[in-house]
Structures are given as structure tokens and as C-alpha cells.
């Protein structure tokens, strides 16, 4: 046989076998964390983020601009610079080499299926859910790239550009509708607000378009495009963003080239069972994966840790999928029984809940409930709730009596007229069990909010 005949093959297999194993190999480099941004159930991971650009005439005629129905234009994010921004206690850092640094509030859709040359007919079915964020710019960068005819990517694409509130599912509270109105405030002052009807390219158009350059994916984010009033940022500022029907973002500019800051409100959650030998065995080791910010109530965190309904649950062999619920759990247990065990995070109260005070005196007297109510929050439940005051310290008020507790302190609250109020100036974690109970007649006829 012909010895270079032979060398060729077993360099050849060789070859393969050392391709083969560098294919295999781990990462030569440490990984990155996946990207992504929160929902009310779990974590959204990011793959890309296309931005429109000039979606607005009035912001179109602002920038210097001929903002005529033209195709669109996009531009990129890179996908870590998505960050989940829930509330003032997120401080997105002023960023390094620039002076001049802007605001872009944003309506933002992420998509949940993908696709390619997706009609304009069937892309709002691609569409997972709906966000409120800003587009945070290097404007001296910007103008720069500009006057040179050069990319953006510096004054675009840096560390923690994009901040997103809570990404809200179709299947939850639906699509958003052109009605809606888009509103940012800096310092409790509005400076952008506008309605989504006033798009230049909708959503629907958008999707096609995109999908007609690439194939989108699962995990894409569309941040759909700013109005007019864009401006400058310092630190310190305060930002707040709003679309209507969906949970604000919210953030604090810290200094110059600080790091992220992000208050950890979440809880970790173990969940025991059985094997399939009847052997007690940790299921889960985890955050709680089911959490809720509620639109209204800055800084506040539902953290929902475990729920069962109807009568006596079961117990029997488990696996980790038991553990794990598809959508948002109730905020009360059901008619027919149950619990709800979750843990609060109550902020301190400051100028936010004079929103709520305004919104609640709108609706309340369609009613019939007393608007002069001692606190806007106040309410009852069919339920009796045991809880525990974890850390900090907190204020049960009742309709005509009030209770201070702190770390450590139980309660029991049997369907009374209540409401919590964190009147320090630190957080506040209760952890609540909420059991199904019923109001006896006699007790509705004394009280007609029953």
C-alpha cells in the first residue's frame, strides 16, 4: 500500500477528530449571561433590538428632518443593552465620552414567534407582548456620526441604552391600541405625550417590513419610535414613562460612568416533594418566577410564591414542572377555596400616591364606596390573611384605627376595611397566606361596600 496514501487518512481522521472536538469543547472564553427583560410570569430573554427611526412627524420635523411616509429606517441595539427598569430604585449610569445625553420614550413590542416576509395581515400574531421604554442617546455622538455620514453604533448602542418596564403578553391585556396615549415625565414633569395613532409606520407594518431583511426571531424586541420633546439628561434626574394599560418604566440617571444599580426585591422560593421512590427531595431552589409591579404603586413588588385551589390539596409524587405556573396567579384565591401565599415589597410612600388619590376619585364614586376614605388603597377581600412582617416597618390602618407594625410582628386580617401604608423612608417585605372565606349576611348588612 502506498505509505502517503496512508498518512493522508490518518491525518484526515486526525483532523476530524480534533474538529470534532473543538465543536464539542466548552466555551474558551467565560459565557455571558443570557439578556432579558421581566414579564409577570417569567423572564423574557432578548435576542436583538431593532429600533425605527423617525416614526413620529413631529419628532421627524424636530431631529431637522422631512418626516414624509418614506420606508422605514432601523437601527440596532446590541441585546445586553436591554435592562429591566420597574421603578426609581434602577440607577442606569450618565454614560462615558459624552456631554450631551438624551432621552426617547418608546412604546416597545417583543416578538414571541418568528418568521420571515411575514404579511402585514398576520404580523400582529408574532407579537408576544408590550413594553414602555426610553432610547437612551449620545446626542453629541449622534450629531457627530451624522456630519460625518458615519454609523451610530457609539451613540446608540452603549451599555444600558435601552430601559424596559415590564413586558405585559397579547394573551394578558391584549394588543395595544392606536387610542392609547404615550406619555415620560422627568422630575414629575411631562415632557413627552403623544397618541400611538400618530405612528407613521404601525406595528403590523413594522413586523412585515423587518421580516422582509431578516428572519425574526423569538426574543426580538422592537422599540417602535419617539415623539417630539426629546431632551437632556443629568444626574439625578428621575424618569418615567407610560403607555396606557401597560406598567410604567421607571429610572434614577446616576453618575457618570457608575455602575448599574438595581434593588433586589425578589425571594427565593424552595419547593419540597417526593422522587419517584417516595423519597422526600428538593424540587425547586429558585426566585420566586411569578412576580407583579403594580402600574400605580412605584417601587412596590408582588412576589407570588404559591397558590392551590378548590378543597384539600394532594400530596403525592412530584416533579418540577408542578412548581411552575402559565399565567399570573390571581390576586385573590377563588370562590370555591384555596390560598395564595406571596410576599409584598411596600416602598415608602411619596408623591406617587397622590397619583393614585386623583385616579381613585375618579372611578370610586361609580361605586358607591366612601371617596373620602381614609387612605386610597383602602379595600377588603372575602379572605382571612396571616402574615408576618418580615423587615422594615408598616402601617395597617382599619376605618377608624390604626396599627403600627414591625419585623417580626403576625397578623390576622379578617376581611376588614384596610389598606398598608409605609410611611418610613426605607422598604417594607410582608409575607401574606391568603385563605378563602365567606362574608356571613349579617355582617352585609351592616356594611353596604361588602
Not at 40 to 52: A, L, S
Not at 194 to 202: A, G, Q, S
Not at 262 to 288: F, N, P
Not at 311 to 316: C, H, M, Y
Amino acid at each position: 500500500m502506498n505509505v502517503n496514501i496512508v498518512r493522508n487518512s490518518l491525518t484526515q481522521v486526525t483532523l476530524c477528530s480534533c474538529t470534532s472536538d473543538i465543536i464539542m469543547a466548552d466555551f474558551v472564553v467565560p459565557a455571558q449571561p443570557q439578556p432579558f427583560l421581566a414579564t409577570p410570569t417569567g423572564k423574557f430573554p432578548v435576542h436583538r433590538i431593532y429600533c425605527v427611526g423617525r416614526n413620529y412627524y413631529d419628532h421627524g420635523i424636530e431631529m431637522g428632518g422631512n418626516p414624509d411616509r418614506e420606508p422605514p429606517f432601523f437601527f440596532m441595539k446590541p441585546a445586553d443593552s436591554a435592562v429591566s427598569a420597574q421603578d426609581f430604585d434602577t440607577t442606569i449610569p450618565y454614560p462615558s465620552s459624552c456631554e450631551e445625553f438624551h432621552y426617547e420614550c418608546e412604546m416597545i413590542v417583543g416578538i414571541g414567534e418568528g418568521g420571515s416576509n411575514i404579511p402585514v395581515e398576520e404580523a400582529l400574531k408574532h407579537v408576544y407582548g408590550y413594553s414602555v421604554g426610553v432610547d437612551l442617546t449620545r446626542r453629541d455622538l449622534q450629531k457627530q456620526a451624522k456630519d460625518m455620514r458615519r454609523p451610530w453604533d457609539t451613540s446608540k448602542g452603549f451599555d444600558l441604552s435601552a430601559p424596559c418596564g415590564l413586558l405585559i403578553p397579547v394573551k394578558e391585556r391584549g394588543h395595544v391600541r392606536e387610542g392609547c396615549v404615550m406619555e415620560m415625565t422627568l422630575n414629575g414633569k411631562t415632557v413627552q405625550k403623544t397618541e400611538l395613532r400618530k405612528m407613521i409606520w404601525k406595528v403590523d407594518e413594522m413586523i412585515s417590513y423587518l421580516s422582509s431583511y431578516f428572519r425574526l426571531q423569538p426574543g426580538d424586541l422592537i422599540m417602535t419610535g419617539t415623539p417630539a420633546g426629546v431632551g437632556k439628561l443629568v444626574s439625578g434626574d428621575r424618569v418615567e414613562c407610560h403607555v396606557t394599560g401597560l406598567p410604567p418604566c421607571r429610572f434614577t440617571v446616576g453618575e457618570k460612568s457608575s455602575a448599574l444599580k438595581q434593588a433586589d426585591k425578589s425571594v427565593r422560593r424552595i419547593v419540597t416533594g417526593h422522587d419517584e421512590q417516595g423519597q422526600a427531595v428538593v424540587l425547586q431552589d429558585s426566585m420566586a418566577p411569578n412576580t407583579f409591579c403594580p402600574p400605580m404603586r412605584e417601587g412596590v413588588q408582588v412576589n407570588n410564591v404559591w397558590r392551590h385551589f378548590g378543597g384539600i390539596p394532594e400530596v403525592g409524587l412530584s416533579n418540577e414542572e408542578a412548581c411552575e405556573y402559565g399565567g399570573k396567579i390571581p390576586l385573590l384565591p377563588p370562590n370555591e377555596g384555596g390560598a395564595v401565599f406571596r410576599v409584598i415589597e411596600f416602598s415608602p410612600e411619596g408623591p406617587w400616591i397622590d397619583k393614585v388619590k386623583r385616579s381613585t376619585s375618579n372611578w370610586l364614586p361609580l361605586t358607591g364606596i366612601d371617596r373620602d376614605m381614609r387612605h386610597p388603597l383602602m379595600h377588603r377581600s372575602e379572605t382571612i390573611d396571616y402574615g408576618v412582617v418580615v423587615s422594615g416597618e408598616i402601617v395597617l390602618m382599619l376605618d377608624s384605627e390604626e396599627v403600627e407594625l414591625k419585623a417580626g410582628d403576625v397578623f390576622v386580617q379578617r376581611g376588614t376595611n384596610h389598606a398598608w401604608s409605609n410611611r418610613s423612608n426605607l422598604p417594607c417585605r410582608v409575607a401574606f397566606v391568603l385563605v378563602t372565606a365567606k362574608f356571613e349576611d349579617e355582617l352585609k348588612k351592616k356594611n353596604v361596600n361588602i
